[in-house]
């Protein structure tokens, strides 16, 4: 894509504390990062962030880690000690926003409660993000993504009928809490700065994020009693949006719009379907489906995965094959569209990684810089609080820094 690269981000001059560790928390401070936001990540000496040691490691180091926490510093802090929570409340009291994802309470008991901490910094955006939230009967209860997505109701909707559930193999309920409060750090800044307001908490509880996007779920069962079951690879109440098996593999097929519908039936030599006034409309679809879903297959299976989404893509029909990882890396739209950009550690390995999203053309996100080791900024960031580096060196000596 033809962007100016070097134009500065839409969140230049946005300081940013960041006090979690694992995704939640980190993946909303990556994605102000990612469009030139500040974030100074506060991590515990010794280990860091636990995400530093998830999953593959290269060096030592996994590679997750390099997405998480490109465009931001590290500096170690032993919160635990009285001088290391205070070191902590400087940092925060030149800050824009605090984001944090421990249990409820544990800001407390250093000390750093909002009101605290607003006393010194009244424009202070803070953003909490946990299990439940940070009132209420299960406030103290641990929670991790996958629990919310559970009690999200999103759980119950995964995989087969009469099967046990499946999780959709990442941690969704994390990211999307992170995005909720991305948006409301945003909004609360726009408030503090457009109607001269102060600076404000952000809640947000990981299932109550992953409410919000669970569709007509609660209306459903509100005004008909009706619970939504899993549905396997279908979209239950529209049709025909399914998984077809073709020759040599599957493709996902999205033929419930009323006129894609009648070109679908057209592509599948089925005019007799399309043209069938009963199925004119989703209602009548969605009545006959198994006979639609039926009818699709028949076509489709003895056909390649290639032929099938070439034809229906001359017919402007949706559909698309189920990518692994290496189908993505290896597209090129999502070449062109600057979706796979290659970031080097700080090791010096090269590694292909996510694009920035979303698409800003005015003031672009980048990769900036890539992810930190532990510690790497403790130094320049206590510098910029105005600390010697004799005073530095005597914190690193006793441990609260390193």
């Not at 001269?196 to 069962?221: F, H, K, R, T, W």
């Not at 098996?245 to 089925?270: P, W, Y």
């Not at 893509?313 to 993505?328: C, L």
Request: with cysteine; charged share 20%.
């Amino acid at each position: 894509m033809n962007m100016p690269q070097l134009t500065p981000g839409a969140l230049k001059g946005l300081r940013v504390v960041e006090m979690g560790q694992l995704i939640a928390g980190p993946f909303s401070a990556k994605t102000l990062g990612d469009f030139g936001a500040d974030i100074i990540k506060i991590e515990p000496p010794g280990a860091g962030d636990p995400l530093r040691n998830w999953r593959m490691l290269q060096d030592g180091t996994s590679v997750w880690w390099q997405v998480q926490s490109r465009n931001k510093r590290s500096i170690a802090i032993d919160l635990r000690s009285a001088e290391g929570q205070d070191i902590a409340r400087q940092l925060i009291a030149q800050a824009d926003v605090l984001i944090e994802n421990f249990r409820p309470g544990t800001l407390e008991g250093w000390g750093m409660d909002y009101e605290t901490l607003s006393h010194t910094n009244p424009g202070l955006v803070m953003l909490r993000i946990s299990g439940y939230g940070q009132t209420g009967p299960y406030r103290d209860l641990p929670g991790f993504g996958v629990i919310g997505e559970a009690m999200g109701g999103l759980r119950h909707l995964t995989g087969e009928p009469d099967r046990v559930p499946v999780r959709c193999g990442i941690s969704i309920g994390d990211t999307l809490a992170a995005l909720h409060g991305t948006i409301g750090v945003l909004m609360a800044l726009y408030h503090r700065k457009v109607n001269e307001g102060q600076g404000q908490v952000i809640d947000v509880a990981l299932n109550e994020a992953v409410l919000n996007v669970m569709e007509s779920l609660v209306p459903e069962y509100s005004a008909f009693g009706t619970i939504r079951e899993p549905a396997g690879s279908a979209l239950p109440g529209i049709a025909p949006s399914n998984a077809y098996r073709c020759a040599d593999g599957v493709v996902l097929i999205a033929g419930n719009g009323d006129s894609i519908f009648k070109r679908l039936m057209q592509v599948i030599g089925r005019e007799d379907l399309g043209n069938d006034p009963e199925l004119a409309d989703n209602a009548g679809r969605v009545a006959r489906v198994k006979a639609l879903d039926s009818a699709i297959e028949a076509w489709s299976q003895s056909r390649t995965v290639v032929d099938v989404l070439e034809v229906l893509a001359q017919a402007s029909v949706p559909a698309g094959r189920v990518y692994t990882a290496k189908d993505i890396v290896e597209d090129p739209h999502y070449r062109v569209r600057d979706m796979i950009l290659q970031q080097q550690t700080r090791d010096g390995h090269n590694i292909e990684v996510p694009g920035i999203v979303p698409k800003l053309m005015g003031t672009p996100g980048r990769v900036r810089s890539s992810a930190p080791k532990l510690g790497d900024d403790t130094d320049a960031v206590l510098t910029e609080l105005g600390m010697s580096a004799e005073q530095i060196r005597q914190f690193r000596d006793k441990k609260v820094v390193a």
